[in-house]
């Protein structure tokens, strides 16, 4: 009967042709739904064409759908899609769109049923209708727009990265796709910017976040007037939002709240789906009160959000419900917390349960919501003093941090906010939960992100995490106390130098994959570099920069290829170890050359571990509290400001670092001594000081800021007259080095290929840097070092008095290309010249070259260099080993551990800034030792880089002999390393 009604229409007026034809394609339609097709009375050569024409019908009944979420309009509208597929041929390009069209109906179904099967056929039939479509370029932007849709919603579901990378990938290329057509390419535009802000959200790249901000922008100039700009103009506006939590350029942030208003005016009247911009435009005003202190943000972000919630038709999916429930829990609760008031925390609990009963299966948000309704239980219980609440809260936290599929993040928080509130009643429990967190570190920090983005992530969450942990652990008197020590170490080493140790991780010897792989070890250093290249990362100036985002995508995909290559690695016979951690019994090993000393210095209580070749043993040390270590950091510092001030008192100065030292002596270096002994290290008498032993310190934190080789009472005369005396000073009783970690020393300890030739020298002296004050003794100093250096190359600028950049005799102009140009030929490198820390981001601290201002040496070009002859390392210049940043402290990035990962085994560097004169004479003193001495002892290996430690040890003792009460002076020097 359908093929008659259309056969009609070819021969009626317009008018009655145009209902006939209406009529035709219901029919049809509900010939499809049934299964039959008029096969005896339809040619089969129409059917397709027939099928065609019911596209429309389809396509609206899809519409409906949508825009009502009713289950009814889906089946119709999947049933009819899979009867049209059934009638079209395949090479007919209608099989692309109905394709496309297909997998949003499953789409629209999966939000019905959360079954993941749902979700998995959607985006196969998406991706099917972009094969589809590929010969037909005016389909192909709508398919691959759908596709990063579904792969956009499976990933909010069910959280797997890959395919928030493919939707990236995909709408990337749906934007080229649509060259030609403005409002498709602005959605699509739209869509990419939505999948880049999950996406920083969920790896905290900046990189995502600036492409997502530019992308919305794009969208907005090519199509100001588009049908759907409020949803255009909230998008811009949440990403604006977003970047400001990250860079806190205030900018964004106003320009985030004038968008999101923009929008709302924007909205049409009576507009189903205004959810979204009253949602984003309160979480912006929120981030403006927490900026502003205004109250009237606060109320009106309140507000707003009550009528997100509110205006949410009831078809909606309960996702949708509860994302916006917790939109206005999270609101209320920081109301409560300047304002408290029972209702608003009533509110909020309530809210957040809603949104945790209205997330079924295992939604990606549902661990979200439960961490956030246990934060909500904890402040209530507070403010009311309910048991019951924070016994629940405590409930609800303890299986977000123990579930598998929850963010990284979110595991690592609420793992540490249980601990410490059970830490005093359950120690073991706590202690097993912050072990669950350290060893999540690494998830939060994967190699697909850059320095910088990794830095950021880990600084909002491990710091102080790794001795937390150690300290429950030591408190857990359920296990033995060897057992519990070994443990603790475990934990220092497994959340401290998080980024180091990611490193190390590929700086295996490669000279027996090499010999028997040539081709792997080609691609894995290739890839490794292509990695490592992230050398200056730029923080985000709240412009747009030009570029497509391309850099992030390729991190993403060099970090896979990585990832494949080491597997392959690992395949091989005798490689299955390629490129991991060491083992514990390795680590172990590694007290043969003598003791090593970790510090554990937390809130709960602090200790130190010694590793010695009898095992592992732990210190307790009551006296080094978090509180006294930051208060004498503090007093020591700037008690180094005023030793330099020419209106200050010097000599109160010096005083007042002198005790710090006698107090760190007290606090830490002496009850390690002791216990030392107490395991079998006895210490050789005073005057026999050739003989003196090696140690390792690894402080970690705060502790790292202090001198610890130094520490000690060095103008006490009263001790060491007799023969069985010894000073209190670690400096007469040790010869002192650091590592930051027992791994790092491990690697420094690694095999390594024998140097080819004669060993070469490069000395870089920068007396004169452009724009800084003038080192009057480096030239001096690099005269003096090249007199002593075996075939050095001088990198050496031009003296202020000279013409010109004219380099001196047989050496260029030290320059960063320079630089990293001679380092591979140069088994020993000596710097002479400005260093600085950074303190916001201590990949930035550098050495002050010729060309500082435009091409910094930094430690991310340093730590991207892989030095495979590379012994000795010397940085003659200020603060090279001091940690930056004081969330970054127990990763200690300086430059110092940069050099270390490049492969020096041996660094000298300085915990502060230093005198240039005697900079100078420490540096000759140091190589005469090092080069002409003979054997010290059974710890002193003799002439040559492997003495540094020895050799750097009676150089500042020579100074410090002369110079007792002037600590500044000698106790910044430090050696790093085998």
Not at 113 to 135: F, G, K, M, N, W
Not at 435 to 463: F, N, S, Y
Request: aromatic letters at 4%; charged letters at 20%; a negative charge.
């Amino acid at each position: 009967m359908g093929w008659l009604h259309f056969h009609r229409t070819q021969s009626l007026p317009p008018d009655q042709a145009e209902a006939n034809h209406e009529l035709a394609i219901r029919l049809f339609a509900w010939c499809f739904i049934k299964g039959t097709r008029d096969t005896g009375e339809i040619p089969q050569p129409l059917l397709a064409p027939l099928a065609g024409a019911v596209l429309p019908f389809a396509a609206s009944t899809l519409e409906r759908a949508r825009e009502t979420m009713d289950p009814a309009g889906q089946q119709l509208a999947e049933t009819l899609y899979r009867r049209i597929l059934v009638c079209l041929p395949e090479a007919d390009p209608e099989r692309a769109l109905c394709l496309s069209h297909l997998s949003i109906v499953l789409l629209l179904k999966y939000g019905l049923t959360l079954a993941a099967s749902d979700a998995d056929e959607a985006v196969e039939t998406a991706r099917t209708a972009v094969q589809a479509a590929a010969p037909h370029p005016p389909l192909l932007a709508a398919s691959l727009n759908n596709l990063g849709l579904v792969l956009h919603t499976r990933f909010n579901h069910m959280g797997v990265l890959a395919d928030l990378d493919e939707a990236v990938d995909a709408l990337r290329d749906a934007v080229e796709a649509a060259a030609d057509d403005v409002p498709g390419r602005a959605s699509s535009l739209i869509q990419l910017s939505r999948a880049l802000k999950v996406r920083y959200e969920n790896t905290r790249a900046l990189t995502d976040a600036d492409e997502a901000v530019r992308t919305a922008r794009t969208a907005l100039r090519i199509a100001p007037d588009h049908p759907n700009l409020s949803s255009h103009l909230t998008t811009l506006g949440s990403c604006l939002a977003m970047r400001y939590e990250r860079t806190g350029i205030l900018a964004d942030l106003d320009e985030a709240v004038e968008t999101g208003r923009a929008a709302l005016q924007c909205v049409p009247k009576g507009w189903p789906h205004v959810a979204p911009d009253l949602s984003t435009l309160a979480a912006t005003l929120l981030m403006r009160f927490e900026h502003t202190t205004v109250r009237a943000d606060l109320d009106e972000a309140v507000e707003l959000s009550r009528a997100a919630v509110r205006s949410l038709p009831a078809y909606y999916p309960a996702a949708d419900h509860a994302l916006y429930l917790s939109v206005l829990a999270r609101i209320l609760l920081v109301r409560a917390e300047h304002t408290p008031a029972a209702d608003d925390l009533d509110e909020a609990v309530a809210a957040l349960g809603a949104a945790l009963d209205s997330t079924r299966g295992d939604h990606l948000h549902g661990t979200v919501y439960r961490a956030h309704l246990g934060g909500a239980l904890l402040q209530r219980a507070e403010f009311s003093n309910s048991a019951r609440d924070r016994e629940r809260a405590l409930a609800e936290l303890r299986q977000v941090a123990e579930h598998a599929t929850a963010p990284p993040s979110i595991r690592v928080t609420t793992a540490r906010l249980v601990a410490q509130l059970t830490a005093a009643s359950d120690p073991a429990g706590s202690a097993a939960l912050l072990e669950k967190a350290v060893m999540t570190l690494p998830e939060v920090v994967p190699r697909r992100l850059g320095r910088g983005d990794r830095q950021h992530a880990l600084g909002t969450l491990a710091a102080g995490l790794a001795v937390d942990a150690a300290a429950l652990a030591l408190a857990d008197t359920s296990v033995t106390a060897p057992d519990r020590a070994v443990r603790a170490l475990r934990l220092v080493e497994g959340g401290r130098a998080v980024l180091l140790s990611q490193a190390l991780d590929t700086r295996d010897d490669l000279t027996s994959l090499r010999k028997r792989h040539p081709d792997l070890a080609a691609q894995f250093v290739g890839l490794r570099e292509a990695l490592d290249r992230d050398a200056e990362p730029l923080p985000s100036t709240g412009g747009d920069p030009a570029g497509g985002g391309g850099d992030g995508a390729e991190r993403h995909r060099l970090a896979e290829e990585l990832s494949l290559v080491l597997e392959h690695i690992r395949a091989c016979d005798g490689f299955a170890g390629f490129g991991l951690p060491p083992h514990l019994d390795e680590l172990l090993a590694e007290a043969a050359h003598g003791p090593v000393v970790t510090f554990a210095v937390s809130s709960h209580r602090s200790d130190a571990l010694l590793l010695t070749p009898d095992g592992v043993s732990s210190c307790p040390l009551p006296q080094l509290t978090l509180e006294a270590v930051l208060h004498q950091a503090e007093s020591f510092y700037r008690a180094l400001e005023d030793a330099t001030a020419p209106d200050r008192d010097r000599v109160a100065a010096q005083r007042t670092l002198r005790r710090v030292l006698e107090w760190l002596w007290e606090a830490a270096a002496e009850p390690v001594l002791t216990a030392l002994e107490a395991v079998g290290h006895a210490l050789p008498p005073a005057h026999n000081e050739d003989e003196l032993p090696r140690v390792w310190w690894a402080p970690g934190g705060l502790l790292g800021l202090l001198p610890l080789h130094a520490a000690g009472f060095h103008t006490d005369t009263t001790t060491g007259t007799s023969p069985g005396a010894r000073r209190r000073t670690v400096m007469d009783r040790f010869i002192s080095s650091y590592t930051p970690t027992v791994r790092m020393l491990h690697h420094a300890r690694r095999p390594r290929p024998a140097a080819a030739g004669d060993v070469r020298s490069l000395i870089v002296a920068v007396p004169d840097a452009p724009g800084l004050p003038p080192l009057q003794h480096v030239a001096e100093e690099a005269r003096r070092v090249r007199a002593l250096l075996p075939r050095p190359i001088n990198l050496t600028a031009p003296e202020p008095h000279d013409e010109g950049p004219r380099p001196a005799p047989g050496g260029d102009v030290p320059t960063t290309a320079a630089v990293l140009a001679r380092l591979p030929e140069c088994a020993i490198v000596h710097f002479a010249c400005h260093g600085a820390t950074d303190h916001t981001d201590p990949s930035r601290s550098r050495l002050f070259l010729h060309d500082h201002d435009t091409t910094p040496l930094t430690v991310s070009a340093l730590a991207s260099v892989d030095l495979d002859h590379a012994r000795l390392a010397y940085l003659s210049a200020c603060s090279t080993a001091t940690p930056g940043g004081p969330d970054l402290l127990e990763e200690a990035i300086h430059l110092t551990s940069a050099l270390r990962v490049a492969g020096f085994p041996h660094v000298v560097g300085t915990l502060w800034s230093v005198d240039d004169q005697m900079a100078a004479e420490i540096a000759e003193s140091f190589y005469r030792h090092l080069f002409t001495g003979a054997p010290a002892g059974p710890a002193d290996p003799g002439p040559g880089p492997d003495r540094a430690a020895v050799a750097l040890h009676h150089a500042v003792r020579a100074v410090r002999d002369r110079y007792p009460a002037t600590p500044s002076l000698w106790a910044a020097h430090l050696h790093s390393g085998r």
